[in-house]
């Protein structure tokens, strides 16, 4: 006899303007978001970064990380995840397109040239924070780390974890 199949109706509301969808997620698609939410709750990610905790670019590389960890989560799942907007790979990638890599198109190199500039002695923390633009990227990072959240909640319905 075979075994069964059993598909569970998720509902999901997504940030990045990818909206809200309801499809039959499989067994491989949850066990794919629960792969991808178990990488981004335990990140930076999703955490808050206050003002005088952490270096923005530890963020920055954390959230660039994210890019290959779900090109390999979604490698190992196979096309069982699939592509389309109603999936979870279609989710993951919209995620990384319309969310994270116009962040980090936008910061990465805007931070990285600073970088080039930090005085010898002068700690990557104290240079970070001497930045005139350190305050709206943390501000950005905040708002992106509201979408993320979404999406990670959103993971955690599609792995039945949550409601």
Known sequence: MRDRVI??????SLPF????MSWEADPTERKAA?????ELV???AVQSLEVD????????NSLYSLFGIT??????????????????????????NNG?????????????????KRPLG?????HEQNWSEEPKLRNELEVLRDGLEKYAKALAVIAGVEE
């Open 7 to 12: 598909l569970k109706t998720v509902s999901v």
């Open 17 to 20: 303007g990818i909206g809200s």
């Open 34 to 38: 629960w792969s991808l939410y178990v």
């Open 42 to 44: 335990t990140r930076i």
């Open 53 to 60: 905790q952490g270096l923005v670019r530890e963020a920055l």
């Open 71 to 96: 090109r390999e989560v979604l490698k190992a799942a196979g096309p069982d995840v699939g592509g389309s907007r109603d999936s979870v790979g279609g989710i993951a990638i919209a995620v990384l």
């Open 100 to 116: 994270l890599r116009p962040f980090l198109a936008k910061w990465h190199p805007l931070l990285q040239a600073w970088e080039a």
């Open 122 to 126: 002068l700690s990557p923390k104290e």
